[in-house]
C-alpha cells in the first residue's frame, strides 16, 4: 500500500490544476494525456481504476459497423479510424480478429448486401484490415463446423479488432502512463462534491473509503469523468449539462472455448441485434444482452442469463447444450448513451442510439463533464480535453509531446530475448497463442523488465500462481508495488481476469492463490479473503 498512501499524501499537501474524478477509461485517458503534457493533474476514483462500465465491456475495438444501417457514415469513419490507430499504438494488446458471420433465413437483408455492406466498412478502415468474405453454407460448415447452418443463407467475414488480454488491464496501461508523468492517481477515493470558491479554485470534499478520513482537494479545473454516474456527480456539484444518460444492461457469460480458431463469431439474436461468441485466452465471452434499466447499478438476472445461453444453443453444435453449470464467470454493466438534455426519450427508439461521447464545457467556471464514449474512441477524447484546456487558457507545457502507444519495438524485442534466456518462451496453456514472455510484456510494457530482475534473483517466481492460471508468482510482487490493489476483486477481477477464467468455488479452495494472495496483501490476506468469497 506504500504507492497508495504516497499518492494520497499528495492530494493531502498539493494543489493542482486538473482534478479528475472518475478512473475509468474516459479519466484514465485524461490522466494520461494531460499529466504527459505538463498539468499538473490528479485523479481520483471511489472505487477501482476500470471498473464499472469499463471492466463490462465485449473486450471489442471496433468501427462500429452496425451504424451503418442508421447511415452515421461520419461516426463509422471516425471509430474506424480510432481502431486503426489503437492497432498501431497496442500492437500487443490490440489486434485485429476475423468476425466470422452466420446469417439465417428470415433476415431483413440478404447475405450478398451484408457483404456490401462489409465492403463498405473496408473501404471507409482506408482498407487497414484484411478483406471482408462473402461465405457460403457449405463454406462455414468446412470452415466453422461448431456453428449451426440448418437454416442459414450463407455469411459474411471481416475484420475488427479486439483486446486480447481484458478491458481493465487496458484501462490501467493510461494509469501506468500517467503515473509515470507524475500525476497523482488514487483508488478508493470518492468526491462528496466541488464548489467553486470566489478566487476561481474548485475545492472538492473527498473521503478515503478505506479508512474514513476526509479533507478538500484545490484544483483550477474539475473534469468529471464518472462515466455512467456523471449525472450523479454533476447532481452533488450543482452543474447543469447540455447532455444527459439513459442506460442499457449488457451481459456476458464466460464458458469453455467454443472453437479452436481464435476468432468470433458473430450471430444475430433472436431480437434481430448483433450476438457474439468472443475468445478470452482459453475461454469464450458470449453475449451481449440490450435491455433499458433506469439505474447505473444493476445485475444479471435469471431472465438475462437464460436469453443468453438459449441464443448461443440455437446457433452452434455442442455435444452437450450449454447449461448455467457451464458458466465460469458473469460480466454484466450499463452502456451510457448520450441523449441532449431537452431531448424526448422514445422508448422504441433508443436501441438504435449510437455510443458517441459528448464533452460539456464551462469555460466561465472551468468545469468539464465527459459523456458516453467507448473503449474504441478513447484516444479521441483524451486529445479533445487538451485542445479544451488550452482554449480555457490553460498552457500545456508540452502540447505536442506523444502520450499513449506502446514502447519502441526494439525495447520489446530486447525483453524477449532476455525473458527467453529465463525460459519464459512458453505459452501458459496449450492453446494459448502468445509466449509468457509475450503476456508479460502486454500487461506491464517496460516495467516488465523489473519481473526480469526478479526472477534473476529467484528463479521460482517463473512458477504459476496455481498450475492452471495464466499469471507468475513474480507479478503479484509487481502488482502490489506498483498497482495499487485494495482488495481481492482489484487483483482477480482487474489486474488479472482469474475471476472471468475460473468458477468462483474453484478459486475459494485454491490454496496456492491464497497464498499468491498474501505476496499482494500480507497481513491482511485472510480478511479480503473473507471478504470477497463469503
Request: proline share 4%; aromatic share 10%.
Amino acid at each position: 500500500m506504500t504507492l497508495r498512501n504516497n499518492q494520497i499524501l499528495r492530494l493531502e499537501s498539493e494543489e493542482f490544476e486538473v482534478l479528475i474524478i472518475g478512473g475509468g477509461i474516459n479519466g484514465s485517458v485524461a490522466a494520461a494525456a494531460l499529466s504527459a503534457r505538463g498539468i499538473k493533474t490528479a485523479l481520483i476514483d471511489r472505487k477501482d481504476f476500470g471498473g464499472e462500465t469499463s471492466q463490462s465491456s465485449s473486450n471489442l475495438i471496433w468501427g462500429g459497423i452496425k451504424y451503418l444501417e442508421g447511415l452515421e457514415f461520419g461516426l463509422v469513419r471516425q471509430l474506424c479510424r480510432s481502431r486503426n490507430q489503437l492497432i498501431r499504438a497496442y500492437p500487443s494488446s490490440v489486434r485485429e480478429i476475423r468476425f466470422f458471420t452466420n446469417l439465417e433465413k428470415g433476415f431483413r437483408f440478404p447475405a450478398l448486401m451484408i457483404y456490401l455492406g462489409t465492403f463498405l466498412y473496408w473501404l471507409m478502415g482506408i482498407c487497414f484490415t484484411h478483406p471482408p468474405r462473402l461465405l457460403s453454407r457449405s463454406k462455414i460448415d468446412r470452415e466453422e463446423p461448431v456453428i449451426s447452418t440448418s437454416n442459414s443463407i450463407g455469411g459474411v467475414e471481416y475484420s475488427d479488432a479486439y483486446l486480447v488480454e481484458h478491458d481493465s488491464r487496458f484501462v490501467f496501461q493510461f494509469i501506468r502512463r500517467a503515473l509515470t508523468e507524475e500525476c497523482a492517481a488514487v483508488n478508493y477515493i470518492e468526491s462528496q462534491g466541488s464548489e467553486l470558491k470566489e478566487d476561481g479554485h474548485w475545492i472538492t470534499q473527498v473521503r478515503d473509503t478505506q479508512t474514513g478520513k476526509e479533507w478538500s482537494i484545490r484544483s483550477r479545473v474539475v473534469i468529471n469523468a464518472c462515466g455512467p454516474f456523471v449525472d450523479r456527480q454533476n447532481e452533488i456539484s450543482r452543474q447543469k449539462g447540455k447532455h444527459r444518460h439513459i442506460f442499457s444492461k449488457g451481459i456476458h457469460l464466460v464458458v469453455p472455448r467454443l472453437t479452436e480458431i481464435e476468432r468470433v463469431l458473430t450471430f444475430f439474436a433472436d431480437d434481430g441485434r448483433l450476438f457474439f461468441a468472443i475468445p478470452m485466452g482459453n475461454r469464450t465471452v458470449i453475449g451481449t444482452t440490450d435491455n433499458r434499466v433506469k439505474d447505473p447499478e444493476t445485475e444479471v438476472t435469471k431472465e438475462d442469463r437464460q436469453f443468453v445461453l438459449d441464443n448461443i444453443n440455437k446457433r452452434v453444435k455442442l455435444k452437450h447444450p450449454l447449461e448455467e453449470k457451464d458458466i465460469f464467470a458473469e460480466r454484466w454493466g450499463v452502456r451510457p448513451l448520450v441523449l441532449e438534455t431537452g431531448q424526448v426519450d422514445q422508448n422504441s427508439d433508443w436501441t438504435k442510439l449510437s455510443r458517441k461521447h459528448a464533452i460539456d464545457v464551462d469555460t466561465e467556471k472551468r468545469h468539464i463533464s465527459i459523456y458516453g464514449g467507448k473503449l474504441t474512441d478513447c484516444l479521441n477524447i483524451g486529445e479533445e480535453l487538451c485542445a479544451e484546456l488550452s482554449r480555457m487558457g490553460i498552457t500545456l507545457p508540452d502540447p505536442k509531446k506523444r502520450w499513449f502507444g506502446e514502447p519502441e519495438p526494439e525495447k520489446r524485442l530486447d525483453f524477449l530475448n532476455q525473458a527467453q534466456k529465463l525460459g519464459l518462451n512458453v505459452p501458459f496453456h496449450p492453446n494459448a497463442y502468445d509466449t509468457q514472455a509475450e503476456c508479460l510484456w502486454r500487461r506491464y510494457g517496460e516495467e516488465a523488465f523489473e519481473l526480469l530482475e526478479m526472477i534473476h534473483h529467484d528463479s521460482s517466481l517463473t512458477a504459476p500462481i496455481f498450475p492452471e492460471a495464466e499469471n507468475l508468482l513474480c507479478e503479484m510482487n509487481l502488482i502490489a508495488e506498483q498497482e495499487m490493489p485494495v482488495c481481492l476483486a482489484d487483483l482477480l477481477r482487474r489486474r488479472t481476469r482469474l475471476s472471468l477464467l475460473f468458477h468462483h468455488d474453484f478459486l475459494k479452495n485454491s490454496e496456492p492463490l491464497k497464498k499468491a494472495a498474501s505476496i499482494v496483501f500480507g497481513n491482511q490476506t485472510e480478511k479480503n479473503w473473507e471478504e470477497y468469497f463469503s
